[in-house]
């Protein structure tokens, strides 16, 4: 991700029609964050021939534990969603997370009618809901929590 994506995620993430303003400014604010040097985020934008950013993910390592992942937030733009272009970005985020060891991909998300198509997407994919906290976000907003396994964990290393 490099700076002149900054506006074209803003504005898809205000296009996508399923964020309140203050989820829009958090992730804004991660994304500030990168951009500044943080290394508690990754961020990959999926762009098109002409470099436009059609969408993004944003996941880094959770923190104290040995090889747990987080995705924050991954988004299409609605006129590229159901293309793949979302798969491709969990793709290459799996693929970065088994080359660095991770045991498991963690996602939250919320049990709202506007996210069953993120929840459909997760399970899709191969996650599995593990957590439902009732009333969480907001009364009848509960916060699910979604995990994907990659691999055993490591017990030893050998010489």
């Known amino acids: 991700m490099e700076i002149r994506d900054r506006e074209e995620i803003e504005r898809i993430l205000s296009e996508v029609r399923v964020f309140l303003p203050q989820e829009i400014e958090v992730a804004l604010e991660v994304i500030d964050s990168y951009l500044s ?15 436009r950013a059609l969408g993004y993910i ?3 390592k959770t ?3 040995d090889a747990l992942w987080d995705v924050y937030w991954i988004v299409v733009g609605r006129d590229f969603q159901g293309k ?3 798969s491709r970005l969990m ?6 997370l088994i080359a660095n060891r ?4 963690m996602v939250e998300t919320s049990s709202i009618p506007e996210y069953k198509p993120a929840r459909d997407f997760y399970v899709r994919r191969g996650f599995n809901e593990v957590c439902r906290i009732e009333d969480f976000y907001a009364e009848g907003n509960d916060k699910l929590i979604y995990r994907k396994n990659l691999g ?8």
């Open 37 to 51: 040097g943080s290394p508690d985020y990754i961020i990959k934008v999926a762009v098109d021939e002409t470099d």
């Open 58 to 60: 944003c996941y880094g």
């Open 63 to 65: 923190p104290l534990t």
């Open 84 to 86: 793949g272009i979302a």
């Open 91 to 96: 793709e290459f985020m799996e693929g970065d």
């Open 102 to 105: 991770a045991r498991a991909i």
């Open 152 to 159: 055993k964990s490591i017990s030893h290393f050998k010489n």
